[in-house]
């Protein structure tokens, strides 16, 4: 099993930044693809981009503004959110998939883009 943190999360005026962590309980061994969710009130949860092998992948509306990274000697996985959007609001989950366990998730983080 495996336990995961998010933090980073806050409020942030349009066009500017933040950098979201998700902080695993153990190493990535065994984990195969790791990612981001968004849930934004009143809407089904929605994929930002994953990590799989070091190759990432972004849903259309982050593309070019939003980074994932990890940070495998520090078990924590990243999400580097630039020229943020107010629809970009939401609580973000991390998520990681073990190739035994199955998938876990991240309690959430709020993020809000307002001026």
């Known amino acids: 099993q495996v336990q995961l943190v998010e933090s980073g999360g806050g409020l942030v005026q349009p066009g500017g930044s933040l950098r979201l962590s998700c902080a695993a309980s153990r190493s990535f061994y065994g984990i195969n693809a790791m990612g981001w969710y968004s849930q934004a009130p009143e809407n089904q949860r929605e994929l930002v981009g994953t990590i799989t092998r070091g190759t990432t992948n972004y849903a259309d509306s982050v593309k070019g503004r939003f980074t994932i990274s990890r940070d495998n000697a520090k078990n924590t996985m990243y999400l580097q959110m630039n020229t943020l959007k107010p629809e970009d609001t939401a609580v973000y989950y991390c998520?990681?998939?073990?190739?035994?366990?199955?998938?876990?998730w991240g309690q959430g983080t709020q993020v809000t883009v307002s001026s």
């Open positions: 998520y990681a998939r073990d190739i035994l366990s199955g998938d876990y």
